[in-house]
């Protein structure tokens, strides 16, 4: 059994930063490819960030590119989403989400067979 467990999300103000984290239990942490999605009231399930399995080639969605970084620690199992220049519409629920299938990382939310109960980022104007 696969599990992923968020933390780091929190309020903070325009313009600030948080770190989310998303530990994963379970098969061998490299099987996986990784990726954050987000849930606003207007979109069931945005991607927003993914990273492979063992190159670490990562891709964004278009509007976090030169704010988030995704990074994964392949020895603690664990993923991250860092998160600077938060804006309003930033706020959402977050998840990570792992794909165990071959091929390389996917913006599709199908691809990912696992998935954490997400974690809240509030961002206040």
């Known amino acids: 059994q696969v599990a992923l467990v968020e933390s780091g999300g929190g309020l903070v103000q325009t313009g600030g930063s948080l770190s989310l984290s998303c530990a994963v239990s379970?098969?061998?942490?490299?099987?996986?490819?990784l990726a954050w999605f987000r849930r606003t009231p207007e979109k069931e399930r945005e991607f927003v960030a993914a990273?492979?399995?063992?190159?670490?080639?990562?891709e964004y969605l278009d509007s976090v590119k030169d704010r988030f970084t995704v990074s994964r620690d392949n020895g603690e199992n664990t993923v991250y989403l860092q998160m600077n220049g938060l804006k309003t519409e930033d706020t959402a629920v977050y998840f990570c989400?792992?794909?165990?299938?071959?091929?390389?990382?996917?913006?599709?939310?199908?691809?990912?067979?696992?998935w954490g109960r997400g974690t809240q980022v509030t961002v206040s104007s």
């Open positions: 990273i492979s399995r063992i190159t670490g080639a990562t």
């Open positions: 989400a792992a794909s165990g299938l071959s091929g390389g990382i996917s913006r599709r939310a199908e691809r990912y067979q696992y």
């Open positions: 379970g098969r061998t942490f490299t099987t996986y490819a």
